[in-house]
């Protein structure tokens, strides 16, 4: 990859900058679900976000039509979709629950139970570095949460939950990529996404009125944006120059929770999440390189 594009701007600047726009867009998301969550159910909200999300492939759609969506593993995108829902009904509640940049620290650990799912699951080899830096990030969860030094809730457990089965996410995702297509697997996680979401809100419906309805547009758009921004910063550069970027979304989360609902996360929450980000981008440094071998030998990554 060349250090610049036809653009001027070098490929890092450009990672970034695709990189800050997703980090915002996940401030804003979760600040809006924090804002709306008293008043609509996080179900009902996850529903829309789905709808949106699923709207946004309408027109790609309307000009290829549904002959490239062919496949024979529905079961493992219903998987990675159910996958999807608890991942991000966990998120909500967790940001109803707690401080937006606590649970955002905790989010960081997704890479770390990725590669651990890896090994359990695809029977992906992982060294003794690697290891390690699965240890010292998961240290980082118990400086944030100091059990034994104050009282842990119940809630605390939802972005971990959030993190693992985001995780999982990645896991099928690399699963799917062998036979699939790129826009398949983006696209069938929403088409099995939508009706996945809207059984848990058919318990709890509610219409929503206008102001509401406003906000849940917004959830939509900014979920969209954050997701969007993540891909395009992936498609410019590979993982490992991607990820150390990814911190930043912890700053713009710890602003909008701080200017928005005057929250104020104490010192353990910036050690801890620097601690798990530091785990987690060494691991995903690593499988990079793995891959990048993998890929010159012609066989697979280590």
Same mark, same amino acid.
């Given at each position: 990859?060349?250090?610049?594009?036809?653009?001027? %701007?070098?490929?890092?600047?450009?990672?970034?900058?695709?990189?800050? %726009?997703? +980090?915002?867009?996940?401030?804003?998301?979760?600040?809006?679900?924090?804002?709306?969550?008293?008043?609509?159910?996080?179900?009902?909200?996850?529903?829309?976000?789905?709808?949106?999300?699923?709207?946004?492939?309408? =027109?790609?759609?309307?000009?290829?039509?549904?002959?490239?969506?062919? *496949?024979?593993?529905?079961?493992?995108?219903?998987?990675?979709?159910?996958?999807?829902?608890?991942?991000?009904?966990?998120?909500?509640?967790?940001?109803?629950?707690?401080?937006?940049?606590?649970?955002?620290?905790? @989010?960081?650990?997704?890479?770390?139970?990725? @590669?651990?799912?890896?090994?359990?699951?695809?029977?992906?080899?992982?060294?003794?570095?690697?290891?390690?830096?699965?240890?010292?990030?998961?240290s980082g969860v118990?400086?944030? %949460?100091?059990?034994?030094?104050?009282?842990?809730?119940?809630?605390?457990?939802?972005?971990?939950?959030?993190?693992? *089965?985001?995780? $999982?996410?990645?896991?099928? &995702?690399?699963?799917?990529?062998? *036979?699939?297509s790129p826009e398949?697997?983006?696209?069938?996680?929403?088409?099995?996404?939508?009706?996945?979401?809207?059984?848990?809100?058919?318990?709890?419906?509610?219409?929503? @009125?206008?102001?509401? +309805?406003?906000?849940?547009?917004?959830?939509?758009?900014?979920?969209?944006?954050?997701?969007?921004?993540?891909?395009?910063?992936?498609?410019?550069g590979d993982a490992?120059?991607?990820?150390?970027?990814?911190?930043?979304?912890?700053?713009? *989360?710890?602003?909008?929770?701080?200017?928005?609902?005057?929250?104020? =996360?104490?010192?353990?929450?910036?050690?801890?999440?620097?601690?798990?980000?530091?785990?987690?981008?060494?691991? @995903?440094?690593?499988?990079?390189?793995?891959?990048?071998?993998?890929?010159?030998? &012609? $066989?697979?990554?280590?």
């Amino acid at each position: 990859m060349n250090a610049s594009t036809p653009r001027g %701007l070098p490929v890092v600047v450009r990672v970034g900058l695709w990189m800050s %726009l997703s +980090a915002v867009s996940f401030a804003l998301l979760i600040g809006i679900v924090r804002h709306i969550t008293p008043e609509v159910n996080v179900y009902v909200v996850n529903f829309w976000r789905n709808v949106l999300a699923a709207a946004m492939f309408a =027109p790609w759609l309307m000009r290829r039509g549904f002959a490239g969506l062919h *496949t024979r593993r529905h079961g493992t995108f219903a998987l990675r979709a159910a996958f999807m829902v608890v991942a991000t009904i966990a998120l909500y509640e967790a940001v109803a629950l707690m401080s937006m940049a606590e649970v955002t620290s905790l @989010t960081f650990t997704s890479p770390l139970f990725a @590669t651990a799912l890896a090994v359990l699951v695809l029977g992906e080899k992982v060294g003794p570095r690697r290891w390690l830096a699965l240890a010292i990030g998961f240290s980082g969860v118990l400086v944030i %949460l100091r059990p034994g030094f104050v009282s842990l809730e119940p809630a605390v457990l939802l972005p971990l939950l959030s993190a693992l *089965t985001f995780a $999982g996410v990645m896991v099928t &995702g690399k699963m799917l990529a062998a *036979t699939e297509s790129p826009e398949s697997i983006v696209l069938y996680l929403s088409i099995w996404g939508l009706p996945l979401a809207l059984l848990p809100a058919l318990f709890v419906w509610q219409w929503p @009125t206008l102001e509401q +309805a406003l906000w849940l547009i917004a959830v939509g758009l900014a979920g969209n944006a954050n997701m969007y921004g993540f891909a395009r910063a992936f498609r410019i550069g590979d993982a490992s120059l991607a990820m150390p970027f990814d911190f930043i979304r912890l700053p713009f *989360t710890a602003l909008v929770g701080y200017l928005a609902f005057a929250q104020q =996360p104490d010192l353990w929450v910036w050690i801890g999440a620097a601690v798990i980000f530091t785990g987690s981008a060494y691991v @995903t440094h690593r499988e990079a390189l793995a891959q990048r071998r993998a890929a010159a030998d &012609g $066989g697979k990554a280590p």
